[in-house]
């Protein structure tokens, strides 16, 4: 800051300026920037790969969850329907060859109904139904991958049991998905 003219008067602000040089910093070549774009890439792309297979994994897990939430909730169903009858004081047990989703009060919205055999293998993927010839409950799973089972088919099977204490759903064979077991 300097006084105005003869250093009387008001206080002018003044400004320096300076010269920026590079000094004797040499210019970054095309090859040195094109291998540092080509690493960048190369990292990026592995990220992407990275979380595209634990997204995978990830929805595996949670396909595995709905299922098991499903096999909860009518397994709930059955032992609520059980304690009723005991209550009013009738005879508890599921009717032989009655559809286990019907002790739902809402069916899933993936529930595809009453199928036999060869239509389980035109059904839709990630759909529940119910078999009558073996009175069983069963899931065509969305990704086979996940799923390790004797048959190979992608489709869970649980045996409805009937009898005088609730109903029971056991697996058909020992399944397991993403290496744990399902049941």
């Not at 286990?100 to 293998?121: C, H, I, K, S, W």
């Not at 065509?140 to 869970?156: F, K, N, Y």
């Amino acid at each position: 800051m300097e006084h105005g003219a003869g250093g009387h008067g008001p206080l002018r602000l003044t400004v320096a300026t300076a010269a920026v040089s590079t000094g004797s910093r040499p210019p970054i070549s095309q090859w040195r920037r094109g291998t540092e774009w080509g690493l960048l890439t190369v990292v990026i792309l592995a990220l992407v790969a990275m979380f595209l297979t634990e997204g995978r994994r990830v929805q595996g897990q949670a396909e595995l969850a709905a299922v098991k939430s499903t096999l909860g909730a009518m397994r709930t169903a059955a032992v609520l329907q059980d304690l009723q009858a005991r209550a009013a004081g009738r005879m508890p047990g599921v009717q032989p060859g009655a559809n286990p989703f019907e002790l739902l009060q809402t069916l899933p919205g993936n529930y595809l109904g009453v199928l036999r055999g060869v239509q389980v293998v035109s059904g839709r993927p990630g759909s529940w139904f119910y078999d009558r010839d073996c009175d069983c409950v069963g899931y065509i799973v969305l990704e086979p991958r996940w799923l390790e089972s004797p048959a190979g088919d992608g489709v869970l099977r649980f045996r409805v049991r009937r009898g005088a204490r609730p109903l029971q759903l056991d697996a058909l064979a020992p399944y397991r998905w993403q290496g744990m077991p399902v049941d």
